[in-house]
């Protein structure tokens, strides 16, 4: 932007700095207060979004879009129609820059841009995230939101710890400040469309990934109730019975027969991988299946990616951090129940959604921490990672892969690849609340 500057301009500083230089250099507009989109006649909204440089050079999401705070006691007045975020959002000129540590606002390089429209069948979604959203803030629960809550449109944290808390309408509990925001997932399917149809795009086109289901299910109920329905027909049926149905074979008994299970029957036997469908990428949804032995326990621990250590080092924040957007995101459970000990007959059990609490995401901060004094210690091996026989909910230890396998390392060396995963107890104690919950619901 300095060769656009004229004499005399003070370049701005802090939080939505960049955006109004941008406005003022490129659109010569005047920085105000207005609750209307930046270009009000055109209904369209200015953002800038920054982007960092991956392993291999390529470019990345580096955080959510923030799009506008949420105000708990005046947001639970209007219908998504007539939102703040809706008015403002559902077209967006969108400016991609790179994010450089130190580097002055006016000296930052812009790499794409993208007139984007949320396509019909995204503002669906993300007309259930809002509601969902004010759904809770009507309930008193604002102090409870989470952008696990939700999946396009997330409730996201701002400000730092110990920041004064803001008045909720419908409890004396206060509520940490939180924005409307769609969430990164979502933010890479938009940069994985920019870079394919060019450096200046200018409007958005349906994707390619399969699609789990059509606008027209969408009006008749909400994406949970019609993944959670198919699972129905199933239930109490052996996993040998529902191959049988479904056509699977199963004859080599392959080692992830109840994933490629659960998958013919969420996606309808259309495709192999639910978590690669269009929705579960730009929610960032995973879906999980769970063996639940006859005597009740979980014999396995649940394996998520591998650390990326340079990630971890350079991220000063807990809430930009890759790990939180891991755990505070939905997953999709499956169980399989055993029914006789040692015989393996497992049945379907159940389908359900799943959040993390918020006392286990505070939990969760605690880990990436103890991950990251280790990362910048240089401390990477297993004496010094927390155990799964620590019982922390957590733990880190490399998946079934090559010990000769290594990664990179912030020093510019590289060290043996350690994975996130979640304790096999904690997976128990996930599957009983959720059975507690059932239980209490039906009384």
Same mark, same amino acid.
């Given at each position: 932007m300095r060769d656009f500057v004229?004499?005399?301009?003070?370049p701005k500083k802090g939080k939505g700095s960049l955006g109004q230089m941008v406005e003022n250099i490129y659109f010569l507009l005047d920085t105000n207060n207005n609750p209307e989109s930046d270009f009000s006649q055109a209904g369209m909204e200015l953002k800038c979004t920054p982007l960092k440089k991956g392993k291999q050079g390529e470019f990345l999401i580096k955080e959510r879009l923030v799009c506008n705070m949420i105000n708990y006691c005046e947001d639970i007045k209007d219908d998504f129609e007539h939102s703040h975020f809706y008015l403002k959002c559902q077209l967006m000129l969108l400016l991609f820059y790179l994010h450089q540590a130190g580097c002055d606002n006016i000296d930052l390089e812009f790499i794409f841009s993208v007139l984007w429209k949320l396509p019909e069948k995204d503002l669906m979604i993300i007309r259930h995230d809002y509601e969902v959203?004010?759904?809770?803030?009507?309930?008193?629960?604002?102090? /409870? /939101?989470?952008?696990?809550?939700?999946?396009?449109?997330?409730?996201?944290? +701002?400000? !730092? &710890?110990?920041?004064?808390?803001? +008045? !909720?309408?419908?409890?004396?509990?206060?509520?940490? =400040? =939180?924005? *409307?925001?769609?969430?990164?997932?979502?933010?890479r399917t938009i940069l994985s469309y920019v870079q394919k149809s060019?450096?200046?795009?200018?409007?958005?086109?349906?994707? &390619?990934?399969? !699609?789990?289901?059509?606008?027209?299910?969408?009006?008749?109920?909400? *994406?949970?109730?019609? /993944? /959670?329905?198919?699972?129905?027909?199933?239930?109490?049926?052996?996993?040998?019975?529902?191959?049988?149905?479904? #056509?699977?074979?199963?004859?080599?008994?392959? +080692?992830?027969? *109840?994933?490629i299970i659960a998958n013919a029957i969420v996606t309808l036997g259309k495709y192999a991988n639910v978590n690669r469908s269009e929705e579960f990428v730009k929610a960032g949804l995973t879906m999980k299946t769970i063996r639940i032995q006859a005597d009740g326990t979980i014999k396995e621990a649940m394996s998520f990616e591998n650390i990326d250590y340079i990630e971890v080092a350079e991220c000063d924040n807990w809430y930009d951090s890759r790990l939180y957007e891991l755990f505070s995101s939905r997953f999709l459970f499956v169980l399989f129940q055993e029914e006789t000990k040692g015989m393996g007959d497992y049945t379907l059990s159940d389908a359900f959604f799943w959040t993390m609490p918020q006392q286990d995401l505070d939990w969760a901060e605690t880990y990436w921490n103890h991950i990251k004094e280790n990362v910048l210690a240089n401390h990477i091996?297993?004496?010094?990672?927390?155990?799964?026989?620590?019982?922390? +909910?957590?733990?880190?230890?490399?998946?079934?892969?090559?010990? #000769?396998?290594?990664?990179?390392?912030?020093?510019?060396?590289?060290?043996?690849? *350690?994975c996130y995963w979640f304790n096999n107890d904690y997976v128990r104690e996930i599957v009983e609340n959720h059975q507690k919950g059932k239980s209490n619901a039906k009384q």
């Open positions: 004229w004499e005399g301009y003070q959203i004010i759904s809770k803030i009507k309930r008193g629960e604002a102090h /409870l /939101l989470s952008e696990g809550d939700t999946m396009y449109l997330g409730a996201c944290r +701002k400000g !730092q &710890k110990g920041d004064s808390l803001m +008045k !909720q309408p419908f409890s004396e509990i206060g509520a940490p =400040r =939180r924005a *409307f925001s769609l969430k990164m997932a979502y933010m060019g450096k200046n795009a200018v409007t958005n086109i349906p994707r &390619k990934e399969p !699609q789990l289901v059509t606008s027209e299910a969408l009006a008749r109920g909400a *994406f949970d109730e019609i /993944l /959670l329905a198919r699972f129905s027909p199933y239930l109490g049926m052996s996993y040998a019975e529902i191959a049988k149905q479904k #056509s699977i074979n199963l004859a080599n008994n392959p +080692k992830n027969k *109840f994933a091996s297993e004496e010094y990672w927390w155990k799964g026989t620590d019982r922390k +909910k957590f733990h880190i230890r490399p998946k079934a892969q090559r010990a #000769s396998d290594t990664a990179p390392m912030p020093n510019g060396g590289s060290a043996k690849k *350690f």
